[in-house]
């Protein structure tokens, strides 16, 4: 049995959108400074692959918060595991996320970040997965539309595990009800 039941996107189809955003946040960002926010862990290779693509001048900074009650839906009750390094005061910033779900995660996000007064705020979501969205979020940069599905791979986890995947898959449910350990 294999955790992954279905491939969603394959390592050729990310890297072709992953490019064309990039080319989007350029030509959007040109002649300005942009902060590149992302949010750990989920974001970290999408965002590695990304800047890549985005010339222009940038920064980076990291949070990381948790959301999750171990299982496979978002709580909204968010913890900040790791706080923002920089001040952000007047700055152009873009939040990089790995996928939207209830959006309820990145609606704190946003407020936590507002109140902090950039100068602009966008936001980058590699996938959109509107099915049980519980607040109205603008995304301004979408890789993909995520059907209803738990996914993983290629930065996202199931029970911190599968994120090196270099696809992105639909978790194969059978595999939900078991410990961690035999995963
Ligand atoms: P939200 O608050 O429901 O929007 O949840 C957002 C966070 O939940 C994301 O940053 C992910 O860490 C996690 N998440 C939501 N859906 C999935 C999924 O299908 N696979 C892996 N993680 C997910």
Redesign the pocket.
């Known amino acids: 049995m294999n955790i992954v039941k279905s491939v969603l996107f394959s390592p050729e189809v990310i890297a072709q959108r992953v490019k064309e955003l990039g080319a989007e946040i350029t030509s959007d960002y040109k002649d300005k400074e942009v902060l590149f926010l992302g949010?750990l862990k989920?974001a970290f290779l999408f965002m590695s692959d990304l800047c890549r693509y985005v010339d222009v001048k940038m920064e980076f900074d990291f949070m990381e918060v948790s959301?999750?009650s171990g299982g496979?839906?978002?709580t909204?009750q968010v913890r900040i595991l790791k706080d923002i390094d920089t001040n952000i005061e007047d700055k152009n910033i873009l939040i990089v996320?790995?996928?939207?779900?209830?959006?309820?995660?990145?609606d704190y996000l946003v407020n936590y970040i507002k109140v902090r007064q950039p100068r602009s705020l966008k936001i980058c979501a590699l996938l959109d997965?509107r099915a049980h969205r519980k607040v109205l979020l603008k995304i301004d940069y979408i890789g993909f539309d995520c059907p209803d599905?738990?996914?993983?791979g290629y930065g996202?986890?199931?029970g911190e595990f599968y994120r090196n995947l270099p696809f992105i898959g639909v978790l194969n449910e059978e595999f939900i009800s078991y410990p961690k350990n035999v995963l």
């Open positions: 949010i989920g959301s999750y496979t839906y978002s909204g996320e790995d996928i939207v779900d209830n959006g309820l995660t990145l997965k599905e738990f996914v993983l996202l986890d199931y």
